[in-house]
């Protein structure tokens, strides 16, 4: 069973969730280049030394996060896929639940991405995120395939998996562009 956080780790969720919130609320009326953290973390009711403690990645970061939640469950969309699937079906599949490809995205879900693809600096971030797990992706697939990690051919998979969602996301139906994706990788490392 999981522990209950503590009164600590409570607050600091709840104070996440406020910045987290009035970004998003502020960006969506204003628009991202026209909100300052200072006004962020006024609409919160925190410093703004608190907002970059909480997110040091600065406004991007209240919007998409640090990405330590995305290198996670992409490696384990490779561990823990079901015996008799493949490496890229398994991350064709976690991929297709994810941002741009979720198929039943709720109604906040579509403004924060559409606010995401509108907006350079946040597309911009969106990307890094999924670009900075190119060594994690690599290792992971290198494992489960028994191949050196530093096998170029699997550092330059990883690469082109990790670039879909930016690409395929701004297609006029991503999941279409998704699949398509796959299909050439699947071309291209048959036994993966």
């Not at 970061?61 to 896929?81: F, H, N, S, W």
């Amino acid at each position: 069973m999981g522990e209950t956080p503590g009164r600590r780790e409570r607050k600091k969720a709840a104070t996440r969730k406020a910045l987290s919130d009035a970004a998003l609320r502020l960006f969506l009326e204003r628009g991202f280049d026209k909100v300052t953290v200072a006004e962020i973390a006024d609409a919160a009711d925190t410093a703004v030394s608190t907002l970059f403690a909480h997110f040091p990645g600065g406004k991007e970061a209240l919007i998409l996060g640090d990405g330590a939640e995305r290198e996670a469950a992409l490696t384990a969309a490779v561990r823990q896929r079901p015996p008799g699937t493949s490496i890229l079906d398994s991350l064709r599949d976690f991929l297709a639940t994810r941002g741009p490809f979720n198929p039943d995205p709720t109604p906040d879900f579509r403004r924060k991405a559409a606010l995401v693809v509108a907006t350079p600096a946040l597309r911009a971030y969106a990307r890094a995120l999924w670009t900075a797990n190119e060594e994690s992706l690599t290792r992971v697939i290198a494992e489960e395939t028994d191949r050196d990690p530093n096998d170029f051919s699997l550092r330059l998979l990883a690469r082109y998996i990790l670039e879909i969602p930016d690409l395929a996301g701004q297609e006029p139906t991503p999941s279409t562009a998704l699949t398509t994706a796959f299909t050439h990788l699947k071309q291209a490392w048959p036994t993966l």
